[in-house]
């Protein structure tokens, strides 16, 4: 079974800072993983998806990479400032293309 | 504007009274999609629809219902409340299986 994990589970940096965030997957064969952004008491938001066969998305001051092979995906945040404070979640799409998991997500904190 | 809506943003009931969160989107999207999110345990997949009259469960479907009469419309149904079902939900639409995820602002439900 599928399982998604994020490392670390929080984050504190001062602004300014570029920032790595870690998911993991355990099966490979997945379809696509997007990164999510979800501010308190709101829904997520789509940051970047990444099909398989890709290596990485960029989209402004983000960059989304994808190791499928080793199970890890990173995103980078440059320059960060303290809008970026948020829990940044990445979800795996199965093959299959339907069901989804998500990882418990990371808790970003950036202080001014 | 596209969006996913849901209703109602906030439900307190006792427990086994029946009730329907609904879920529209206007983005003519071919798949929908249920999620709960507890503290610790994350986001999780209850049903899924890959098109009108086409749903499968994903993770935790017990003690849910759904439906998918018409492409735009996914409501979520809950024959018999309990306790357990207290949970943050959120609905999501993408255009198909395994593409970008657009997600509602979710529906915090208390069961008492």
């Known amino acids: 079974k599928q399982e998604v994990t994020q490392i670390p589970a929080a984050l504190s940096v001062p602004e300014g800072e570029n920032l790595v965030l870690n998911c993991s997957f355990t099966d490979s064969a997945i379809y696509n993983l997007q990164w999510f952004r979800q501010d308190p008491g709101k829904g997520l938001t789509s940051l970047l998806l990444i099909q398989s066969s890709q290596r990485e998305q960029t989209s402004g001051r983000l960059n989304a990479s994808l190791d499928k092979s080793s199970g890890r995906s990173t995103l980078y945040i440059a320059a960060s400032q303290p809008g970026d404070s948020a829990t940044y979640l990445c979800a795996v799409i199965e093959t299959s293309y339907d069901k989804v998991i998500f990882g418990p997500g990371t808790s970003l904190s950036v202080i001014p | 504007e596209a969006q996913v809506t849901q209703n109602p943003r906030y439900l307190i009931t006792v427990t086994g009274k029946k009730l329907t969160v609904t879920c529209s989107q206007n983005?003519?999207?071919?798949?929908m999609s249920w999620y709960r999110q507890d503290p610790g345990l994350g986001l999780r997949q209850i049903y899924y629809?890959?098109?009108?009259?086409?749903?499968d469960k994903g993770d935790v479907p017990e003690g849910y219902k759904v439906s998918r009469k018409e492409k735009r419309n996914f409501p979520l149904i809950l024959e018999s409340p309990s306790p357990n079902q207290t949970s943050l939900y959120f609905c999501?639409?993408?255009?198909?299986?395994?593409?970008?995820?657009?997600f509602g602002q979710g529906t915090r439900l208390t069961v008492v």
């Open positions: 999501a639409s993408s255009f198909a299986g395994g593409t970008e995820a657009f």
């Open positions: 629809s890959m098109n009108v009259e086409v749903t």
């Open positions: 983005m003519n999207h071919e798949y």
